[in-house]
């Protein structure tokens, strides 16, 4: 079956850091790229970034550069995002969503189920 | 950097009606514009891409036109499983991907 499972739901106090990953299954996890996307509570989605799962290079959005680590761990086919120095307004559900397409005609076709990270001292 | 808007940001409708909803890019994006359907406490879907493409499994009542800096999707005959929020999405500026703010359908 063609998914991605994300870990589960985060409490983290402001100053920490978490790592979220999301598991692919059912594909070459190499032959597509993956997205991170944010939804902070009640708002629309915000795209962070990509990496590349061939290369490992990742691409990050303006306003994620330096908390934001995108990463692979290519032998279990898992992306992860990791988010240092937590701020409360890093509360939110992130994404992982798989890139399909060619030259600029991509689109996400496969999300996983989101991951809720709350930051609460 | 390419915004997206979207209009009207809400809307109210009834089972069986027409609803559209359109989507302006700050510049032109040729076609590469995808339209993704979220339910509440789930993820997004994707319904079209480049415009006027349905994915597989979705039903032919949505359709997307448009090209250039003005989309129009389409619900041409609304369902009790089509109130949701609907986002566009810009795939021009690759590897920067931008997505609209979103346009929530309520049953009216």
């Known amino acids: 079956q063609v998914q991605l499972v994300q870990s589960g739901s985060e409490l983290k106090k402001p100053g920490a850091s978490v790592k979220v990953s999301c598991k692919a299954s059912g594909y070459t996890f190499t032959s597509y790229a993956m997205n991170w996307v944010r939804q902070a509570p009640g708002q629309g989605l915000e795209w962070m970034g990509w990496i590349n799962t061939n290369t490992g290079n990742p691409t990050y959005a303006q306003g994620f550069t330096g908390r934001f680590v995108f990463s692979l761990d290519t032998s279990v086919s898992t992306a992860y995002l990791q988010i240092s120095s937590l701020k409360a307004e890093d509360t939110a559900v992130y994404y992982c969503a798989r890139n399909e397409g060619y030259d600029s005609w991509w689109y996400f076709d496969l999300w996983g189920r989101g991951t809720l990270v709350t930051v609460s001292s | 950097d390419i915004q997206m808007t979207q209009s009207p940001s809400s809307l109210s409708a009834s089972v069986g009606d027409r609803v559209t909803i359109t989507c302006r890019a700050s510049?032109?994006?040729?076609?590469?514009l995808n339209w993704y359907q979220q339910k509440p406490g789930k993820a997004p879907k994707l319904l079209m891409y480049a415009a006027s493409s349905l994915q597989s499994g979705v039903p032919s009542r949505f359709s997307g036109s448009g090209s250039g800096t003005d989309f129009t999707f389409t619900i041409s005959s609304l369902q009790p499983e089509d109130f949701a929020t609907y986002y566009c999405q810009q795939s021009y500026s690759t590897p920067w991907f931008t997505f609209g703010p979103g346009t929530k359908v309520d049953i009216k």
């Open positions: 510049q032109s994006i040729s076609r590469y």
